[in-house]
């Protein structure tokens, strides 16, 4: 699960990945690569500094199909928090 920071958000990334991760937990979530469909405005926190939340390299022998509805329990989520700069890419 990638998860984007607002630009200007502040907050540590391991206490968003922890927010995001109980926000999944005890849901019933088609988890297909794309954006994930989960209502921000039911925490706060998250609503304040996440601008976007996508699944990313689903394991197709456990996805099997687009359709697909697995629990928390079901899947071993890997979640990435990053930031994106606002200036863009810069050399080195």
Same mark, same amino acid.
Do not use: D, F, R, T
């Given at each position: 699960v990638e998860?984007?920071? !607002?630009?200007h958000s502040t907050a540590?990334?391991?206490e968003v990945q922890r927010c995001?991760?109980?926000l999944l937990k005890d849901r019933s979530i088609k988890y297909r690569d794309g954006p994930l469909e989960v209502d921000l405005n039911e925490d706060p926190f998250?609503?304040? !500094?996440?601008a976007s939340i996508s699944v990313a390299n689903t394991d197709e022998n456990m996805v099997c199909g687009v359709s697909s509805v697995l629990m928390f329990w079901q899947?071993?989520?890997n979640i990435l928090v990053y930031q994106l700069n606002e200036?863009?890419?810069a050399e080195e």
């Open positions: 998860v984007c920071l !607002n630009p540590a990334h391991e995001v991760e109980s998250l609503q304040a !500094n996440v899947i071993q989520l200036e863009g890419a």
